[in-house]
Structures are given as C-alpha cells and as structure tokens.
C-alpha cells in the first residue's frame, strides 16, 4: 500500500494488494467442485455397486430323454471347474422353459430355449447368450401312408407335444397356417418317446419333434424301417414367412451309410437351440457359460459346419451385447492368467477404482493450491478492511472522524497479531502490519492538516 508525495493514500496500489483474494475465491470453487465430483463418484459407486458373480446359477434343461438335459449336465461339469455351483431344473421342454425365466419366483437364471417362442413384450426382458445348433421339425408317419405335405395331414392324429413343450409352442402357428386347426385334425399331447410308441401301435397318425439329430428316439425312428421322414417341398417358403425358421437340408446316407438312411435327400426346416437367460446375468457368468458353449457344440454335425455354432447370430430374442462381445473379442488377459475368481474380483476393482481416479488426480493438483490459499487467506482478507479504511481517510471528510479510524485500525493490528502462519508466510503478515503503520500515520496526517488531536473527541 502506497501514498503520494501529498500524503494521500493510493488507492490503486492497496487495490493491487487485494488480487490474492481474487485467486484465493477462484481456488475455494475449484476445490468445491472436486468435492462435489468426489460425492457424486462415491454415491454412484455406493448405490450401483458391482456384485460379485454368484457361486450358483440354476439351469432350466428339459426332459430327461431329451438332448437338453444331456448338455445341462456337461454344463455343470464344467462350470464346477471354476467353483460354480450349477443347478438343474427339469422341465417340459422350451415352452416351460421361457415361462420359468418370465418368473422371478422361479429361481431359474439361465435356460436352454429355441427359436420361435419370443412373445413380445412379454419376453422383451429376456436375451440370448449364444445360439448353439439346430434343432430340425422332424416329421415321422408311417411307410403306408403316404402325405407329402403338412396341408395334406388334415384329419389326422398328430402329436405335436404336450402344453409346455417347444415343439407344441412352435408347431401350432405351422399347423393352423396349412388349415389345420385342432377341430379338424386332432391333437394328442404326448411326449417324444410316448408319441414314437403310439406311432408305432398306431394310435397316432402323425408324430411332430422339434429337437437336435443326436436325440436318441430321433436315431431311433430314423433307423425304423416302418417309419418315414417326411420332406417338405416348400421348406423356402416357411423360412420366408418366420424368420427364426432355417431350411435344412438332411442328405441321402448321412444317418447310415451302410443302409443308406435316408435313402433320398430330406427337405426340412428347423429352428436354433439357445442360452437364453433374464436381461442383466452376470458379466463373468456369461463368460464360462460361453466357453462351455464352445466345448460342447463347436463339433460338426449333421446340419452344422465345424465352428458355425455357438454364435450371436440374431434368432428372435434380443441378444445379449456383453455375450456377443465376449464371443467376438475374448476375455480380459486378468482371465486369460489368472484363477477366474482372482480375475473377477480386479475386474471389479478396476471398474470401481478407475473412474475415481479420473476424479482424484486433477483433485490432488489442487490441494496444495487450495492450501496456500487457505493459509495466505488468514492475511488477506484483513487487506479488503484496510483498503475501505484507506478510502475512507481519502475521501475528505470534513470533520475527520479521526478517533474512529484509529479504532479501526487498532482493532485490525490486533487480530493480525493474533494470525498464526506458518514460517514461509511470516513475511507477509509483517508487510500487512507495515500497511497498517502506513494507514495509521496518514490518519494522524490528516489529524494534523484538521487541527484534531487523537482522542479529543472521545475526551469531549
């Protein structure tokens, strides 16, 4: 703080003096805002919190003739591997199946499904974890009769599976499309192997199965001289109209070379086998469910090229992104060297640590400044009282209230004296206190110029 060679004080230069204080404001609503980012990061983390993958997951399969329960057996070996603890439900099939995932009371996580059972919105929620191979509709009748196409089976017996069955559930629209409604052509619910039985005595016309060609009562009607396959000549126009339904073709011998079964090219159509489990599974879940995927049905078979399956090629549930990503581009190098459980808990860390990093190191920059601030803070803001004094005393007031200024200043010296600062910051409080000196003498100044002795008017 300076005067003129008049003894006035400039004003300008006490301003000067008060900038720290500016920067000291700009460095609190800096440090603020770090807070409330830090707040705001911690929160996000409390309420949305990262589990930690389940120890057990239960698995809806199917009947146990069918390939469904087959596979969810090797599913729980080799999730046993990595101390997951797998639980089998049986089921009807992949009818029940979708139903036992639409229910949260169920318990049921994961469910082996098929195309063509997607009841939107009702299964909006669901998603597929991968697609695992095809499953035909295999049509069997016996060799005396003699159909060549669905429309031609009206007024037949036909077991086209029980109420919760896949092959029910995805039957039904092919039946009543050919015209065949349950008035005109009767239905017998019966399982697979019951419906080969009644086939085979004659108390069904027509048997229906949607399910893979290593399901062992398909083999064996397959290999049934007294049975026929049926081939369906407008198996293009059934994959046109539904788009979960493929074309497949089942080649002359591909059974049985030897005995040549089939002994003539199949036409048939069919549908995809699917993981399918409730929207939100557990990232690390989905990982070794995928893998079990791969080991089970990446072999060729009789409708699939080696590796064509599993994929995430779209069948009619939403597919799972995390699944399809895993699929494409692998697990993180923590799964690839690391016990799955260690690699689960620091992906989890990381997820969590990462973006409060993010928050904390520009944080920790501005701590320091925050501190120098804080402590030159104890100084400065006695500078803002001094400068309206300072103003005061060159304002020209006539009469000086000279004993009121004094006061003022006494008041201001005490409390800096009562300022403690570290050492580095000494030299600061002693220019404030020579500031105050040099205020002090220009009051008395002015004192002199009016011809008031301090504390005159006090003693008056």
Known sequence: MGFWADGRPDRNHALGQ???????????RTFLLAVVLVGATLWVSIQFPIPAPPRRIVLASGPEFGLYHQHALRYRELLARNGIEVELRRSSGAGE??????????????????????????TDGLVMLISLYYEPL??????????????????????????????????????????????????????GPEALAALRRGDVDVMFYVGGVDTPFVQDALNDPALKLMSLPRAEAYAHRWPHISRLTLSEGTIDLERNVPQQ????????????ARDGLHPALIN??????REIHAEQDEFKAAGEFPNTAPVDLRVSLHADNYRRYGASAF?????FWVAAFLERAIILIVPMLVVLLPLLSYIPQFMRWRRRSRIYRWYGELALLERDV???????????????????????????????????????????????RAVLTR??????????AESS
Not at 104 to 117: C, K, T
């Open 394 to 440: 060159g304002s020209g007031q006539d009469p000086p209230p000279i004993d009121k200024w004094l006061r003022d200043l006494d008041r201001i010296e005490h409390a800096v004296e009562g300022v403690r600062t570290p050492a580095c910051y000494a030299s600061e409080a002693y220019t404030l206190r020579d500031h105050i000196g040099l205020v002090r």
């Open 335 to 339: 799964y690839n060297y690391l016990p």
């Open 265 to 276: 090219q199949v036409s048939l159509i069919g549908t995809k086998a699917m993981l399918a």
């Open 18 to 28: 008060l900038r720290p204080a500016k920067s000291g404001f700009l460095s609190i």
């Open 97 to 122: 199946n979708i139903e036992l995932l639409l229910d949260p009371a169920s318990g049921v996580d994961v469910a082996f499904v098929q195309g063509g059972l997607k009841q939107p919105p009702r």
């Open 138 to 191: 295999w049509i069997f009748h016996r060799v005396n009769d003699t159909p060549t196409e669905i429309r031609e089976l009206k007024g037949r017996r036909i077991s086209n599976g029980g109420p919760g069955t896949g092959t029910h559930a995805s039957t039904e629209p092919l039946l009543v499309a050919n015209g065949l409604d349950v008035g005109s052509t009767p239905r017998v619910p019966l399982t």
């Open 288 to 293: 070794l469910l995928v893998d079990a995927a």
């Open 447 to 456: 004192a002199n110029v009016a011809n008031i002795s301090p504390g005159s």
